[in-house]
């Protein structure tokens, strides 16, 4: 069930001055606000937070990064494992005396938790000030002290502009009904974005400096424009990847995604060459428990093409282990189908019963020590591939996107074509390429040689 923002007492009352790296030289000049924001969980929420950055900036609050310089945290939360929510007790734990020593004087939650039934019983365990959902973020705005904002999911504050990269979410929320999934009932039903507006806001960004954009959504490639003119995913693909140097896109849903999204990837320059489709589970039967909508022969299926199409690409997926119900053999059809497949990498999770979902309460529940065990198996088989695939690697040369600057005595954080992450040695900042050449590899990252250029 989703919940309805609380809305606050009254604003904080803030005096407009931005710009302070840290509370004490907020302090010591005068201005009254100063704000944490932490983020758990997808690139969905990161984003969100972006866009919550900007407001306290506009509100003329200094960003700092401990909850000690805070006068206002907002924890921007996941709820899509019970561990999420767990992390984040933690956190409002630590808050809770913080506020009881008067250091930290707000505290808002936001995000998929704050969209949950839930969130109630933390916000009077823990005294929060403030909880908003996935839908009304731009409540914030009233919390910080701006004037009320109109409720926009294509913000007109972008946060991340003139950087280097950028994120743009071209959906939000997800029309599957999957048996383990909270998202649906805090994201609610799908709305898509019109694609004048996305390809607008990616020349926009382009014209200040960014060089990257990743198309965000819970199931991007579900996306059609509102207009009902019947363009699809991999129309938008194509356009954003005309106006933008270097393009990707995540989460995809293996029964949205149309063969000539694959080869697209494969024939236009801008995208990168890495597909993120999760499946879940190798066996048919658990697919079905879990309302995927697809076999595993269809997913094997568009492996296929895009192995085809996207020669070096790289791939990776999400895999649940210990659904209700799972038996012995079902692991065994995923274990068959992490080693046909070739997953350069993985997010493996066990199930986490969250409430409200049909999988809690299924019964027929996987004992923890045997999802522990399989949790394991499906891990080691995928790192032993990834491993393999890396290895083949050393020698090519690459040209690697910077993504993160070095860091002092240490090496910067780049990407290669295929969306593989590359440690090097270079000084070119974020944004740029350096063309180097792999000398070695572990089952996660590259390491690439001196740089040639
Ligand atoms: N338990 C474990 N993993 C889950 N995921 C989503 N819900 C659950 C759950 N209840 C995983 C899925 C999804 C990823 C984002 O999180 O694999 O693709
Ligand atoms: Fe959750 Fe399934 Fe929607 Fe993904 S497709 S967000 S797993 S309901």
Not at 303 to 309: A, K, Q, S
Not at 320 to 336: C, F, M, S
């Amino acid at each position: 069930m989703i919940k309805k923002s609380v809305t606050p007492q009254r604003p904080i009352p803030l005096l407009r001055k931005g710009g302070h790296e840290t509370a004490e030289s907020a302090r010591t000049e005068g201005a009254m606000g100063t704000a944490c924001i932490r983020t758990f969980g997808c690139q969905m929420n990161v984003h969100d937070s972006d866009r919550m950055r900007r407001m306290i900036l506009d509100a003329g609050y200094a960003e700092v990064h401990s909850y000690e310089d805070a006068d206002v945290v907002i924890l921007n939360t996941c709820y899509v494992r019970e561990n999420a929510v767990d992390r984040v007790r933690g956190h409002l734990g630590e808050l809770v005396r913080l506020k009881r020593e008067g250091r930290v004087k707000k505290v808002a939650l936001t995000g998929c938790i704050g969209a949950a039934e839930e969130s109630q019983e933390l916000r009077e365990q823990y005294g929060i000030d403030l909880v908003l959902g996935t839908h009304n973020t731009y409540e914030l705005a009233e919390f910080v002290g701006l004037p009320t904002m109109r409720e926009t999911f294509t913000p007109e504050l972008p946060g991340t502009k003139g950087a280097s990269s950028a994120f743009i979410t071209i959906m939000t929320g997800c029309n599957y009904q999957c048996s383990y999934c909270i998202v649906p009932s805090v994201r609610g039903r799908m709305v898509c974005r019109p694609l004048e507006n996305v390809v607008a806001e990616v020349e926009r960004l382009v014209a200040s400096g960014t060089s990257y954009v990743t198309l965000l959504g819970q199931t991007v490639d579900a996306w059609r424009d509102p207009s009902g003119d019947g363009k699809k995913f991999c129309d938008l693909l194509e356009q954003v990847a005309e106006v933008a140097p270097r393009v990707w896109f995540t989460t995809s849903h293996p029964s949205n995604m149309e063969d000539r999204t694959l080869r697209a990837i494969g024939e236009k320059p801008s995208i990168v060459k890495r597909l993120h489709l999760p499946v879940q589970s190798g066996s048919d039967r658990m697919l079905k428990i879990m309302h995927r909508g697809y076999k595993a022969e269809r997913y094997r299926r568009k492996i296929e093409v895009f192995r085809e199409n996207v020669p070096g690409g790289t791939l990776s997926t999400d895999i649940i282990v210990g659904h209700p119900g799972e038996t012995a053999q079902d692991h065994e059809e995923t274990l068959k189908l992490v080693g046909e497949c070739g997953f350069d990498s993985a997010y493996v999770f066990k199930f986490s019963p969250r409430r409200g979902t049909e999988a809690a309460d299924m019964g027929d529940e996987v004992p923890p020590e045997v999802a522990q065990r399989r949790f394991m198996q499906v891990l080691r088989a995928v790192e032993r591939g990834a491993f393999e695939r890396n290895q083949r690697k050393i020698g090519n040369l690459e040209d690697i996107y910077i993504r993160h600057g070095r860091s002092e005595g240490g090496k910067a954080v780049g990407e290669t074509w295929s969306g593989h992450a590359v440690h090097v040695a270079t000084d070119s900042p974020p944004g740029n390429y350096t063309r180097a050449r792999i000398e070695s590899a572990g089952p996660h990252v590259l390491y690439a040689g001196e740089p040639l250029a």
